[in-house]
């Protein structure tokens, strides 16, 4: 009879924890980005992350493509003046927000962010590669990267981004006198052509001192990692304290009960 009564509370209170879980899981989560540089020493550095936890809904730009005002600001000096914007007109309902400033090899930045991970289940992501005229990284479906399931459980960790993965937005001609990071970023001259996959112009660069001072090196193969965005569900204050408070009391049903045998295993006949 103990041991039914006592595997009884011992369930009823841990289906109490994880209903909370279960409640804390579908409610807004505190999720913690971070994102760092892969790239060897001396070689490519990043513009500020510009992203959104979204529903899939906006589509920046596309391999093959021309590239629109969107993309081209983000690929032309890394501000996202366009690209911010058209996320919001897209998916008005989009967490969005930007991380770091010059991101070099070797350096790592993090911030977090409030998301309703039922609403926004997907991640949209670009920065400008410098130094280049219009390089940069993204993901071109905006259906690429689902985060969240239905019930709002994390299913990717990270997202890791290598040289094969960087993107030409095919707007700006190749010069290094033009280019951000290593020239004047305010002489541009239309290229015309389309978004497509390319590292092998950065080579181009090598030899340069960058606005960093350091003297760039690309020294990438079509594996390097250069990129890598990293997740991480960091509870509430008060989901946490009701979780601690549920093992708790699941702990403290288990130390009365083996109190209660004990009285009565020593009790006269």
Same mark, same amino acid.
């Given at each position: /009879? ?5 595997? /009884? ?6 289906? #109490? @924890?994880l ?8 409610? %807004?989560?505190?999720?913690t980005?971070?994102?760092e540089?892969? @790239?060897?020493?001396?070689?490519? &550095? ?5 992203f959104?936890?979204?529903?899939? &809904? ?12 969107? +993309? +081209?600001?983000?690929?032309? !000096?890394?501000?996202? &003046?366009?690209w911010q914007?058209?996320?919001a007109?897209?998916? %008005?309902?989009?967490t ?11 350096? $790592?930045? $993090? &911030?977090?962010?409030l ?5 926004n ?5 670009? #920065? /400008?590669?410098?130094?280049s005229? =219009? ?6 479906s %905006?259906?690429?990267? *689902?985060l969240f ?8 960790? $990270? +997202?890791?981004?290598?040289? *094969?993965?960087?993107?030409? #937005?095919?707007?700006e001609?190749? =010069?290094p006198?033009?280019?951000a990071?290593?020239?004047?970023n =305010? ?17 181009g660069?090598n ?15 079509? =594996?390097?990692?250069?990129?890598? +965005? ?5 509870p ?7 979780i #601690? ?6 702990? !403290?049903?288990?130390?009365? *009960?083996? !109190? ?8 006269p006949?």
């Open positions: /009879m103990y041991h039914t009564h006592c595997t /009884m509370a011992r369930f009823s209170v841990a289906a #109490a @924890a209903a909370l879980c279960t409640t804390a899981g579908a409610a %807004p989560l505190n999720v980005v971070k994102v540089n892969l @790239a060897p020493t001396n070689s490519i &550095s990043f513009a500020p992350l510009h959104g936890f979204n529903n899939g &809904s906006f589509d920046a730009f596309d391999n093959g493509a021309v590239a629109t005002a969107p +993309i +081209i600001s983000v690929a032309e !000096g890394g501000s996202g &003046s366009a914007p058209a996320f007109a897209a998916d %008005p309902t989009a969005r927000g930007t991380i770091g400033g010059l991101l070099q090899p070797g350096e $790592s930045r $993090s &911030s977090s962010f998301v309703d991970p039922l609403l289940p997907f991640f949209t992501f670009a #920065a /400008m590669v410098v130094p005229n =219009d390089f940069f990284i993204g993901n071109d %905006p259906n690429r990267f *689902r399931d239905a019930a709002g459980h994390l299913l990717i960790a $990270s +997202i890791g981004q290598k040289a *094969r993965d960087l993107w030409d #937005a095919g707007s001609l190749f =010069d006198a033009a280019a990071f290593v020239g004047n =305010d002489l541009r001259t239309p290229q015309n052509g389309v978004v497509r996959f390319d590292f092998a112009e950065l080579a660069f030899g340069l001192t960058t606005g960093a001072g350091y003297v760039f090196n690309s020294a990438l193969t079509a =594996d390097s990692d250069v990129y890598r +965005i990293s997740f991480a569900v960091v509430e204050p008060e989901t946490a304290v009701l #601690a408070a549920g093992l708790f009391a699941v702990a !403290g049903v288990s130390r009365r *009960r083996r !109190g209660q045998s004990s009285a009565s295993a020593l009790a006949a």
